[in-house]
C-alpha cells in the first residue's frame, strides 16, 4: 500500500490501454499529418488506414512489433506505411529497411510529445571476435566433443544447441584474477550453483557430467524431459549444420544475431552461414513456433554476415505458419522458407 505522501500508480487494464493508443494514433495522424481515419486495436499496436496509406503506432520497437505492423498493412492492402514509434525507433528503422511492401519504403517516424521526427537507422553490429587468450580453453572444449559457438564476443560450449559451458573471464574488481575460466552448466545460474554444489569438482570433470546429462535426454526418440524444451532454434541449427543437406547447403557454421537472446527459455533464432549445394552464399536461420519477429531478425542477421546471400527460413513443417510466409514475401530480397523435421519429435 502506498504512504501518504507517495504517488499513486495508475495500472490501465489492456482495454484502457488500447482506447488511449487507439484516440493518441487518430489524433496524430489527423493533427500531424494531416491523415483523417479511424484507429482500431491490433494487439498490442494501433493502426488506421487513410487513403491508401497505412499508420501504425508502436509503444515499444521490436522486431515482433515491425512485423505486426506490416502484416496489418498488408491484409488491408496499403500502399504507403508509415510507423510511428515512441522507443526504439533507430532499430526499427534498420529492420524495416529490408522490406518493400508494395514496391516502396517504409516511413519510420519518431513520436515525441510534441512533434513526429524522422529517424536515422541504428547502424549494424560488428560480430566481436572471442575473448583473447582463450585459445588453450577451446581447445579443452573441442577435446570434451561440445560444439564450439562464439556469439557476441562470449565463448559457449553447447550438446545440440543447449549451453553446458562458457568461457567467464574473472574481474579483478570482484575478486578475481582477471583471467578466463571455463564454468560448467545450463546457463549462468546453473553454473552457480554447480560450483556452490561441486566446489571439488574440476571443469574437466564438470564438462563431462554435463555432456552425459544433456545428451541423456537431447536425442531422437528420447522420452520427454523439459530439458527438451530449451533452446529449439538453436538445436535445430546444430542439427542442420551437422547435416547441411537438410535444407540443400553445402556446408554451414554457426554465427550471431545481430540482437542477443534474452534467455534460455527464450524462443530466440539461430544463424548458421554457408554455401549451398551449387556453392553460393548461403544464410540459414532456425527458428520454432509462432516467432512473429523471425523475418525482421532474419534478414538483419543476412544484412550482417552475407547481404548477398540466398536466406533460408528453417522450421519444423507444422510451424509454417502464414504469417511467416507473407513476410517472407515482403522483404526487399524475399527469403525462403523450408520445413525440417527436428530431432524432438
Known amino acids: 500500500m502506498s504512504g501518504p505522501n507517495e504517488p499513486r500508480t495508475t495500472v490501465l487494464d489492456p482495454d484502457q490501454r488500447d482506447r488511449l493508443r487507439r484516440a493518441k494514433l487518430t489524433a496524430v495522424a489527423r493533427d500531424r499529418l494531416g ?10 499496436l494501433a493502426a488506421l488506414r487513410a487513403g491508401d496509406t497505412a499508420v501504425v503506432l508502436l509503444e515499444e520497437g521490436d522486431a515482433a512489433a515491425l512485423a505486426g ?33 508494395g514496391g516502396g519504403e517504409v516511413e519510420v517516424l519518431a513520436l515525441r ?52 559451458a ?59 524431459h523439459p530439458i527438451q524444451m530449451l533452446a529449439r532454434p538453436r538445436w535445430l541449427r546444430s542439427t542442420l549444420v551437422a547435416d547441411p543437406a537438410r535444407v540443400g547447403a553445402g556446408s554451414l557454421r554457426p554465427v550471431e544475431m545481430t540482437i542477443e537472446a534474452g534467455g534460455l527459455k527464450d524462443t530466440h533464432p539461430a544463424a548458421a552461414v554457408g554455401v549451398d549445394e551449387q556453392g553460393r552464399e548461403l544464410v540459414v536461420v532456425c527458428s520454432t513456433g509462432a516467432d512473429l519477429g523471425l523475418v525482421p531478425l532474419a534478414a538483419d542477421a543476412r544484412a550482417m554476415h552475407a547481404p548477398s546471400a540466398r536466406l533460408v527460413l528453417a522450421l519444423p513443417q507444422r510451424d509454417l505458419h502464414v504469417v511467416t510466409r507473407t513476410l517472407a514475401g515482403l522483404l526487399r530480397e524475399p527469403a525462403e522458407l523450408r520445413g525440417v523435421r527436428p530431432d524432438w519429435g
Open 35 to 44: 491523415l483523417e481515419g479511424e484507429a482500431v486495436g491490433v494487439g498490442s
Open 69 to 101: 505492423a506490416l502484416v496489418w498493412a498488408d491484409r488491408n492492402r496499403a500502399g504507403r506505411v508509415v510507423l510511428l514509434v515512441e522507443q526504439g525507433e533507430a532499430l526499427v528503422a534498420r529492420l524495416a529497411g529490408h522490406f518493400a511492401p
Open 113 to 164: 510529445t510534441d512533434r513526429v521526427e524522422p529517424v536515422e537507422a541504428e547502424p549494424l553490429p560488428v560480430p566481436a571476435p572471442p575473448p583473447e587468450g582463450s585459445e588453450p580453453l577451446v581447445r579443452e572444449l573441442h577435446a570434451a566433443g561440445v560444439e564450439v559457438v562464439v556469439e557476441h564476443g562470449v565463448v559457449r560450449g553447447e550438446v545440440l544447441g543447449l549451453e553446458v
Open 166 to 224: 562458457r568461457l567467464v573471464r574473472w574481474p579483478v574488481e570482484t575478486g578475481g584474477d582477471g583471467e578466463l575460466h571455463l564454468e560448467v552448466g545450463v546457463g549462468r545460474f546453473d553454473r552457480d550453483a554447480t560450483a556452490a554444489a561441486r566446489p571439488d569438482e574440476t571443469p574437466a570433470e564438470g564438462l563431462r557430467r554435463a555432456v552425459r546429462m544433456v545428451s541423456e535426454h537431447r536425442h531422437p526418440g528420447a522420452p520427454v
